[in-house]
């Protein structure tokens, strides 16, 4: 029996996580952590029955508590039940799917508490890579990544060794945007930006795939994942999503990993690795798909992705600042405060007013943060 821990139990890759457990008799859950939607934690409590679950909100925990009151679960709050939850005794598999870098915090917990990571929170790595791999390899734990794209990456990498690689091959569907001008996109509406063409995800980082910001994201969160240098790093877009991401040997071969837009894949193969078990869902029919396209992506245009590189190469404490940038950024356009392009304008002015720190410590980086919404308020 693998015992699991889900943080963000109520979001997107949480709740397809424990769609997962439903169907594996051999997985458990004995913590769940959620931000504040206690009505689905509820019911998750309820159903599988934790031995821990947390809620970041106080006041939706000690409302929680008392719904729950018939049960054994222990409910904790704030972040210390994050930490709690991230290292509940008996689970062997942590699954960081909460949005943010509130996840860092949690993921440590976990790894000093000597469990495994199934990882779906990029802040973690974008934020704090140059913290969490050498600690990762120095406490002997591993990290499993949960993102489509990367989890595509891991897999082609079975077929090879590390020493022979010569580059990744990051794909992205382009977004719903990724055709438009600069013209076009100077009026678009929340609900544009939400119409994902491929994937089924969560608003902020449906926003942040409109944007090309996630790529960007995903771009750094690999460089530490696979200990590869940015240059070495190329980022394509693959319409039909078909293609989740590839690999390039020295020799010139190329491994790619296909299959269907269903996050449950990554999930499940990075709480099974090495095996792949049977999954339900659509299969690919090369018949009816008839092509896979290619397209640069549009940089001018979107400019998530290069500035997401830039800050990446800049290290230090700068992809901090530009993932802190848009998380505000996302926020602002969400509630309608602010125009799609602004989010860009936003992240720049962030990067172009920010010293950077060369190596900092988490506490630094948690600062940094907190002057990165400073500032953005503070204009």
Avoid at 173 to 202: C, I, Y
Avoid at 252 to 261: D, E, Y
Wanted: aromatic fraction near 6%; hydrophobic fraction near 40%.
């Amino acid at each position: 029996m693998k015992y699991l821990s889900v943080i963000g139990s109520t979001g997107s890759i949480g709740t397809q996580t424990l769609d997962i457990v439903r169907s594996n008799q051999d997985l458990s859950v004995t913590a769940l952590a959620a931000g504040k939607n206690i009505d689905l934690l509820e019911q998750q409590i309820r159903e599988f029955q934790p031995k821990i679950a947390a809620v970041y909100d106080e006041a939706r925990a000690s409302e929680l508590k008392l719904r729950i009151k018939d049960l054994d679960t222990k409910v904790v709050s704030g972040m210390d039940g994050l930490l709690e939850a991230a290292s509940e005794p008996s689970c062997s598999v942590v699954v960081t799917a909460i949005v943010g870098m509130i996840g860092i915090r949690p993921t440590i917990a976990a790894m000093r508490a000597g469990k495994d990571i199934a990882l779906a929170n990029k802040e973690t790595l974008v934020t704090a890579g140059h913290i969490i791999m050498p600690m990762a390899k120095e406490l002997g734990v591993k990290i499993y990544p949960v993102d489509s794209e990367h989890s595509a990456i891991f897999q082609c990498l079975q077929s090879g060794e590390q020493k022979d690689l010569d580059s990744l091959i990051i794909t992205a569907s382009g977004g719903p945007f990724r055709n438009k001008t600069l013209e076009e996109l100077q009026n678009v509406t929340v609900e544009d930006a939400l119409k994902h063409p491929n994937w089924s995800m969560g608003r902020k980082i449906t926003i942040d795939s409109a944007t090309l910001v996630n790529k960007g994201l995903e771009v750094i969160e690999a460089k530490w994942l696979f200990d590869v240098d940015f240059d070495r790093i190329h980022v394509v877009v693959q319409p039909q999503s078909v293609i989740h991401s590839m690999i390039q040997y020295q020799d010139g071969s190329v491994i790619a990993q296909l299959g269907t837009p269903d996050m449950k894949l990554p999930i499940q193969y990075a709480l099974f690795y090495p095996e792949h078990r049977p999954l339900a869902g659509e299969r690919l029919d090369f018949a009816a798909l008839k092509e896979i396209s290619f397209q640069e992506p549009p940089v001018d245009v979107l400019r998530g992705l290069p500035l997401a590189c830039k800050a990446g190469k800049m290290g230090g404490s700068m992809p901090t600042v530009f993932n802190a940038a848009n998380e505000k950024a996302v926020d602002l356009f969400l509630n309608r405060k602010i125009k799609f392009l602004d989010i860009y304008d936003i992240i720049e002015d962030t990067m172009e007013a920010h010293k950077i720190q060369k190596d900092p410590s988490l506490e630094e980086v948690l600062e940094t943060e907190q002057w990165v919404y400073e500032h953005i308020e503070s204009r």
